[in-house]
């Protein structure tokens, strides 16, 4: 295995996945001197090799294929959390894979990510599992949002439920997989850290983006999110304590709620480049996909200071087709992920607006 020193450029990093988040990180790689390639089961033709140096198509399960990914590259990362656990493990064999295995064993499961975040002393809504006809009866975390543990993401794989009986009704219609019920949160704003953790263990939590959702979909991140100092320090101290007790060299997110009574209450994480990060390429001293391509690498975390106020918008569907609209306001940074087609939920690329004049 190579040792922990710095990668310098012109060294090659390995991306598992192969879409918009790895495309991103593959073009911020490219202009510090280094070359990706990509892992994924799609043809060439994925967003992500486009802009990449290599491409090598297997299937998550196949260990060969994965060895000559691997004996291509110097180090992997991966772009989702959803990678299978077995191929992180079947790369580390070859390489060094940054943030590693306990990030996605964590990520991948819903309730283990929530009795991670609280043995860290993150807090959470009230939650339980839901994995019996038992544990329907004896739910109390309602009204709730009953949510499967593994494979949901962007509002799929989860039900909102007032009584037992919608309870039970849902599970029923989820399959009766393993899941967790979790009480609702009487909320006033949505807000993430994204935080950055390097080989030294030196982190940078850049500045807290206030969100705005809608069906399950992230819209808006706005920076600076104008929330108290209080908030924002307890939101920073969170995800800080997230990347430090994962001891992930890489990039992590950690969305959360801020209650109407001020309480900061984490929901979930994401132990790679984030939706609601995309500002920090157009209104950061250092995007989020350069910040993780220095700490996969070994070198110095970037400054994580914001340069001009932002708001970035999601394009959704055929809301990309407006991009002529864009071109034209000088405030407005667009960025097309190279698509081919439109569907309604799929998200097409996102726009960042700096310095905007809109009204809060």
Not at 9 to 27: D, E, F, H, K, V
Request: charged share 20%; proline share 6%.
């Amino acid at each position: 295995m190579p040792s922990s020193k710095p990668l310098p450029p012109g060294s090659t990093i390995g991306i598992l996945g192969s879409g918009q988040l790895g495309r991103m990180t593959a073009l911020a790689a490219a202009r510090l001197g280094y070359r990706c390639i990509v892992y994924a089961p799609d043809a060439e033709g994925s967003i992500a090799a486009q802009v990449s140096a290599g491409h090598v198509q297997g299937a998550y399960d196949d260990a060969a294929a994965l060895a000559r990914f691997a004996a291509q590259v110097d180090v992997i990362t991966y772009e989702f959390e959803n990678v299978p656990e077995a191929a992180v493990t079947e790369c580390l064999r070859h390489r060094p894979v940054r943030p590693g295995v306990k990030p996605i064993h964590l990520a991948q499961h819903r309730l283990r990510e929530k009795e991670f975040f609280r043995s860290l002393g993150i807090g959470t809504a009230d939650y339980q599992p839901i994995a019996s006809d038992a544990d329907v009866a004896a739910a109390t975390a309602l009204p709730g949002i009953l949510k499967t543990c593994t494979e949901g993401y962007d509002g799929k794989g989860q039900a909102r439920v007032a009584t037992r009986a919608e309870l039970a009704a849902a599970w029923q219609k989820l399959g009766r997989r393993d899941c967790v019920l979790e009480a609702l949160v009487d909320f006033q704003g949505e807000i993430s850290a994204i935080v950055a953790r390097g080989l030294d263990s030196t982190t940078r939590c850049f500045p807290i983006g206030l969100n705005h959702h809608r069906d399950g979909i992230l819209r808006t991140t706005t920076v600076p999110s104008n929330l108290p100092a209080g908030i924002l320090a307890t939101a920073e101290r969170f995800g800080v304590e997230l990347a430090n007790g994962l001891e992930l060299v890489g990039l992590v997110a950690l969305e959360m709620f801020v209650t109407k009574d001020s309480r900061v209450l984490a929901n979930e994480m994401a132990p790679r480049p984030h939706n609601s990060g995309h500002w920090t390429i157009d209104a950061c001293a250092t995007s989020q996909f350069e910040q993780l391509v220095r700490a996969v690498c070994g070198l110095p975390l970037g400054s994580v200071d914001v340069l001009q106020a932002s708001r970035m918008e999601n394009l959704i569907g055929d809301e990309a087709a407006d991009w002529q609209r864009y071109l034209i306001d000088p405030t407005a940074h667009l960025h097309l992920y190279g698509k081919g087609t439109a569907r309604p939920g799929r998200k097409m690329g996102h726009v960042t607006f700096v310095t905007p004049t809109w009204s809060a």
